[in-house]
């Protein structure tokens, strides 16, 4: 969503997982902020429009996760390169892997 079209003027972004139906919403890019309730308490996202994102993306089917749970270590299995030392659930899901 362009910013010109939000309430607080910040974009929300929407990355759609490669894997399932699961989708992560965020303001300006992923990682700007810890999180969606981080970016409000920063006034960089309205909840009006937060919740249309996440309304459009239930009606298609998609589970919202919070950007902050994708954070946490993911121990399973991995084809990142050998250099990458911390893999967490961002890049099992809408990483490279």
Not at 1 to 19: K, L, Y
Not at 63 to 83: A, F, K, Q
Request: aromatic content about 10%.
């Amino acid at each position: 969503m362009p910013a010109e079209a939000t309430v607080c003027g910040t974009r929300i972004v929407v990355c759609v997982s490669r894997f399932g139906s699961l989708a992560l919403v965020c303001a300006d890019n992923p990682g700007a902020f810890l999180g969606t309730a981080e970016a409000r308490a920063e006034g960089e996202l309205d909840a009006a429009d937060l919740a249309k994102v996440d309304r459009a993306l239930g009606d298609l089917g998609y589970t919202v996760v919070p950007e902050e749970l994708l954070e946490d270590d993911y121990d399973g299995p991995s084809r990142l390169p050998w250099h990458v030392q911390r893999h967490s659930w961002w890049h099992r899901f809408f990483g490279t892997f």
